[in-house]
């Protein structure tokens, strides 16, 4: 089927990412909004998704980040079955990262002057 071939695709680009990193961990963003638009009859399984790529990725020893809006249909339900979350606000072009759940702290994200593709990430005390 299409969903499996997708599924089979995804993971073949993720494991061939993982050879590349340097601990063998993969950090995977993905933004939810994609999801919730095309397919906003199923939202029920888009949080199966959801929670099948979470558990998946756990698994791995991996990390992900789901970039949820504000007013996403699906929201609650993604940040009950999260262990961490946090808001992001962009300020004066820098992105400031808000912990909301486990205590996580207030971090700012700037560029790195060694490696212009790494953000460098400073906890805001």
């Known amino acids: 089927s299409t969903t499996k071939a997708q599924k089979d695709a995804g993971s073949k680009a993720i ?24 397919y906003a009859s199923e939202l029920n399984s888009v949080v199966e998704g959801l929670s099948d790529r979470t558990s998946i990725t756990q698994e791995n020893g ?10 996403s249909p699906i929201r ?4 009950a079955m999260s262990y961490n979350f ?9 992105i400031i990262l808000m912990g ?3 205590n996580t ?4 994200m700037q560029n790195s002057k060694e490696n212009q593709l790494l953000p460098e990430l ?3 005390v």
């Open 62 to 71: 991996d990390a992900s980040i789901f970039l949820l809006q504000t007013d």
């Open 76 to 79: 609650t339900r993604v940040l």
């Open 105 to 108: 702290g207030a971090y700012v």
């Open 15 to 38: 494991d061939e990412i993982r050879t590349k990193s340097i601990d063998g961990k993969v950090l995977l963003i993905e933004c939810i909004s994609l999801f919730e638009n095309k």
């Open 100 to 102: 909301e759940k486990q």
């Open 86 to 94: 946090a808001s992001l606000r962009v300020t004066d072009r820098s």
């Open 122 to 124: 400073y906890q805001i």
